[in-house]
């Protein structure tokens, strides 16, 4: 994503007051099918991350259950060993992928609120009267995309934890730490060290996917120019 164009930004829509009626609905259909564009491209993307989730998931609990049977099956012995951290490694390099594709879902739909905000303006500008009637936020700013994603309570962090994107990060960083203690546990027959090992693996995977999402949601606005800002209150 590049910076937008820069420009006066004072007045967006000081045009539309110039426009006949005949350009004005021109405008607005032109408005109206690049808006249900966008809607189009957000769900798809929704859809196909949510997919893309259920599907790791459904290989996490595969994996699991057989790394059950083979214990049975080998009473814990043997190759058990080596099956286990094959399975672990294949789960942790998926989550890893999945975990990618969350993360820039979020930013897309970062974009795509943004680039929905600023039609709202434009509707706006050609139809002032109509501000009443929207509930999402019409100005392509922080507290405007909050006014989307929260339109009726103010953003806390219960809604960020509440999410599917904290779901796979906790599942993801929960593999990373197993993964991390059984590898330890067959170099160094430690319970104690592999133990250690999987938590401090565990919580550094969490708070560095975190990290890396913020890094990404900030890119944005560093990136982005807004042509509308929220009057403070």
């Known amino acids: 994503m590049t910076a937008d164009a ?11 007051a110039r426009l006949t009626d005949a350009q004005k609905s021109l405008r607005a259909q032109m408005l109206a099918t690049e808006h249900w564009s966008l809607l189009a491209s957000r769900s798809t993307t929704q859809s196909e991350v949510l997919t893309r989730i259920a599907i790791f998931l459904t290989l996490v609990s595969a994996g699991l259950v057989t790394l059950g049977v083979l214990g049975n099956a080998t009473q814990f012995s043997g190759w058990f060993g080596v099956a286990a951290l094959g399975v672990l490694f294949l789960l942790v390099v998926l989550g890893t992928i999945t ?13 795509y609120v943004l680039a ?3 039609l709202r303006a434009a509707y706006l500008d050609l139809d002032p ?6 509930m999402m936020g019409t100005t392509d700013d922080l507290r405007g995309t ?3 994603y929260y339109a009726f309570a103010a953003r806390n962090r219960a809604q960020v934890f509440a999410s599917s994107m904290m779901l796979i990060l906790v599942v993801h960083a929960a593999l990373v730490g197993l993964f991390g203690g059984a590898l330890t ?6 319970v104690a060290w592999s133990i250690t090992v999987g938590v401090i693996l565990a919580l550094a995977a ?12 900030f890119s944005v606005w560093q990136l982005h120019q807004p ?4 009057p403070d209150a």
């Open 6 to 16: 820069s420009g006066p930004v004072s007045s967006p829509g000081d045009d539309a």
């Open 99 to 111: 975990q990618l594709r969350v993360f820039n879902t979020a930013t897309e739909d970062l974009v």
């Open 206 to 217: 969490f708070v560095g996917w975190m990290a890396w999402g913020y890094r990404g949601y």
């Open 185 to 190: 546990y067959a170099l160094a027959a430690s």
């Open 227 to 230: 042509l509308r800002s929220m």
């Open 116 to 118: 929905m905000n600023r």
């Open 146 to 148: 909050q006014q989307t």
């Open 129 to 134: 009267g109509i501000e009443p009637y929207f």
